[in-house]
T-cell receptor, first 114, second 111 residues
Framework: KAGVTQTPRYLIKTRGQQVTLSCSPI?????VSWYQQTPGQGLQFLFE???????NKGNFPGRFSGRQFSNSRSEMNVSTLELGDSALYLC?????????????FGPGTRLTVL | DAKTTQPTSMDCAEGRAANLPCNHS???????VYWYRQIHSQGPQYIIH???NNETNEMASLIITEDRKSSTLILPHATLRDTAVYYC????????????FGTGTRLTVIP
């Protein structure tokens, strides 16, 4: 079974631009979560989607948004990019997002903001 | 969220068992203990999880104390490829599918 895939793997943007990252979960998984990883803050939870609805949200500004499609694929968008948004963005999928469900991570998208 | 405490770093000789401790003294009765690892700049890799009983899979063993206030991840025969940051995570309440990653333990396997 194919794992979680994320595209693109690397991205370079300039301040003020916006960016869209994509995540395809493991087949059959309906929950998709997004995380941001930076050297200073470590791995932080952004939000989770289940059945096309945002179910949980971390403490990030409104510039960070996401959505999920009917096939469970998810996208996250960052508008008005700032230098501090440079990070590794990780997507994780699980069956239904219950506490005993294991989350499996993709390889991440490395975003650099210049 | 139940917080976890892990040593910042550990070394282990190649071929020996690596024992990574984790304290989670405020864990609730229905909270699971999960272990992930992250090799430099890759996505975290799931290792194992447990609730009360000890667990073993092809990668590792998880030993949870009877009072559930601490656990130990055991890699039975560490290899150089096991060099990574290991995260011990206590899952939050049901319905909140977010993992709280602390700083983890940086394990270095030495030849």
């Amino acid at each position: 079974k194919a794992g979680v895939t994320q595209t693109p793997r690397y991205l370079i943007k300039t301040r003020g631009q916006q960016v869209t990252l994509s995540c395809s979960p493991i087949s059959g998984h309906r929950s998709v979560s997004w995380y941001q990883q930076t050297p200073g803050q470590g791995l932080q939870f952004l939000f989770e989607y289940f059945s096309e609805t945002q179910r949980n949200k971390g403490n990030f500004p409104g510039r960070f948004s996401g959505r999920q499609f009917s096939n469970s694929r998810s996208e996250m968008n960052v508008s008005t990019l700032e230098l501090g948004d440079s990070a590794l963005y990780l997507c994780a999928s699980s069956l239904a997002g219950m506490v005993a469900d294991t989350q499996y991570f993709g390889p991440g998208t490395r975003l650099t903001v210049l | 969220d139940a917080k976890t405490t892990q040593p910042t770093s550990m070394d282990c000789a190649e071929g020996r068992a690596a024992n990574l401790p984790c304290n989670h003294s405020t864990i609730s009765g229905n909270e699971y203990v999960y272990w992930y690892r992250q090799i430099h700049s890759q996505g975290p890799q799931y290792i194992i999880h447990g609730l009360k009983n000890n667990e073993t899979n092809e990668m590792a063993s998880l030993i949870i104390t009877e009072d559930r206030k601490s656990s130990t991840l055991i890699l039975p025969h560490a290899t150089l490829r096991d060099t990574a940051v290991y995260y011990c995570i206590v899952r939050v309440e049901a319905g909140a599918n977010n993992l709280f990653f602390g700083t983890g333990t940086r394990l270095t396997v030495i030849p």
